[in-house]
């Protein structure tokens, strides 16, 4: 008995790969193939094949396709799939405020080095759209909401403007995470004056991207989360004070 579901657990194994592997072969909603192919193909029981089909589509790598034609299709998980489970993970172990604010700071700062040491015409087009659309936002008055907006999106263009695809999935991630934890504790909702200084220190990250000032992508980045650090302390100190 031992020996059969040792056996039968290599061959799901086998087959989550494999099909894994065919998944990233194709291209995204491009036919892998039906189940009788698949079958004849991996050389396994139908039972296993679907069971290993279903935890590689649990991965965002395939999904079935139903009636004439049908089998099994190619699938890309989104960015915003990822960093959703990701965030959930973070809140079951217990990530809070304090571990969001110590690692944006050291993950944004990268970021902004490397815009600025790899900025081109594409991503200082982008920087620039992203500045207008601050402005903009910033003329209609203060907003809780306008101003979370401007935040993500300055995290996607200084991410993409970055060339690094893993630092900017991280910052994604930590962003699903502190939104996650709004209601509970944020540094910034109702507070406008706070908005408006942490608004006015990542327009100056921005600024130092444009002129290609590494060094000063990262002062600024570093002086915009202080702010966030020197928030989070002014509010422990004022919850202590009340609660004495």
Request: with cysteine; net charge neutral; hydrophobic share 45%.
């Amino acid at each position: 008995m031992t020996s059969k579901k040792k056996a039968g657990g290599s061959a799901l194994a086998t087959t989550v790969a494999a099909l894994r592997a065919d998944a990233l072969a194709h291209a995204d909603g491009e036919l892998i193939g039906s189940e009788d192919d698949l079958v004849a193909r991996h050389g396994v029981s139908r039972p296993t094949l679907r069971q290993a089909a279903a935890l590689v589509a649990q991965e965002q790598l395939l999904q079935p396709k139903r009636g004439v034609g049908g089998g099994y299709v190619a699938r890309r998980p989104t960015s915003r799939a990822v960093t959703h489970m990701a965030s959930i993970y973070l809140q079951i172990h217990g990530a809070g405020l304090e571990q969001i604010v110590q690692s944006v700071e050291p993950i944004r700062t990268e970021l902004a080095r490397l815009a600025a040491i790899f900025l081109d015409d594409a991503s200082r087009a982008a920087l620039r759209e992203y500045v207008e659309r601050e402005e903009q936002r910033s003329a209609e008055g203060p907003s809780y909401r306008a101003f979370l907006r401007g935040e993500r999106e300055f995290g996607r263009v200084i991410g993409k403007a970055s060339r690094n695809q893993v630092l900017s999935l991280f910052l994604e991630i930590l962003y699903d995470l502190a939104s996650s934890l709004r209601g509970q504790s944020d540094l910034m909702v109702g507070r406008p004056e706070r908005t408006a200084l942490y608004r006015q220190q990542r327009m100056r990250i921005v600024e130092a991207v444009l002129e290609g000032d590494a060094d000063l992508a990262v002062l600024a980045s570093r002086r915009c989360s202080a702010l966030g650090l020197q928030w989070m302390l002014e509010d422990a100190g004022q919850e202590v004070a009340a609660e004495a």
